[in-house]
């Protein structure tokens, strides 16, 4: 069985450019995470999906950041402009029904200059 | 403020010894408590978990104690390998609210 996908696993930018991440979860987990990972901490949670509803987007600063999930599998996470605080690792995961197991992908890891 | 306070933020253990990490939660509602495993450049991995209703939960190598009257649980590593070299981080939920709160994690070197 696959497991989460990420893409791409590298990025660097240049303050003020947009940018942004693809998440492939394991086939049929209909919940799935982004969260963002800085250096020495633990993650923290950006937004969660129910399928294709964000039900907790509570801790994602709409000012610059955006995410989708259009069909209720892949997500893409966005930021515009990004920031040179926005310099982490952006981990998606996702988990199946009633399942509280979060399977994570590997992350991509942004560099802003 | 964090919910969930997780020590030591670095540990050093010889192989073949016990690594223990232990964390400390303040909500009472939280009634998940897993154990994430991650090594550099991945993403974490569950590594154990345990519930409220049993004070010890171990899975080979792998032990988790909860202690509910303190509101506390620990991980320990019984014969600790240099493969056990990795970040661990606790975490707990409430109610399979789906909003894991993070330790800030354990950084545990096993020196060969």
């Known amino acids: 069985e696959a497991g989460v996908v990420q893409s791409p696993r590298y990025k660097i930018i240049e303050k003020k450019q947009p940018v942004a991440f693809w998440c492939n979860p394991i086939s049929g987990h209909n919940t799935l995470y982004w969260y963002l990972q800085n250096l020495g901490q633990g993650p923290e949670l950006l937004i969660r999906y129910e399928n294709e509803e964000a039900v907790d987007d509570s801790q994602l600063p709409k000012d610059r950041f955006s995410a989708e999930r259009l069909k209720g599998v892949d997500s893409t996470l966005k930021i515009q402009p990004a920031e040179l605080g926005d310099s982490a690792v952006y981990l998606c995961a996702s988990s199946s029904g009633n399942q509280e197991t979060q399977y994570f992908g590997p992350g991509t890891r942004l560099l802003v200059l | 403020q964090q919910q969930v306070k997780q020590s030591p933020q670095s540990l050093i253990v010889q192989k073949g010894g016990i690594s223990i990490i232990n964390c400390a939660y303040e909500?009472?509602?939280?009634?998940?408590f897993p154990w994430y495993q991650q090594f550099p450049g991945k993403g974490p991995a569950l590594l154990i978990a345990?519930?409220?209703d049993v004070s010890e939960k171990k899975e080979g190598r792998f032990t988790i104690s909860f202690n509910k009257s303190a509101k506390q649980f620990s991980l320990h590593i019984m014969d600790s390998q240099p493969g056990d070299s990795a970040t661990y981080f606790c975490?707990?939920?409430?109610?399979?609210?789906?909003?894991?709160?993070w330790g800030l994690g354990t950084s545990l070197a096993v020196n060969p």
């Open positions: 975490a707990a939920d409430a109610g399979n609210n789906r909003k894991l709160i």
């Open positions: 909500n009472t509602a939280f009634d998940y």
């Open positions: 345990i519930r409220p």
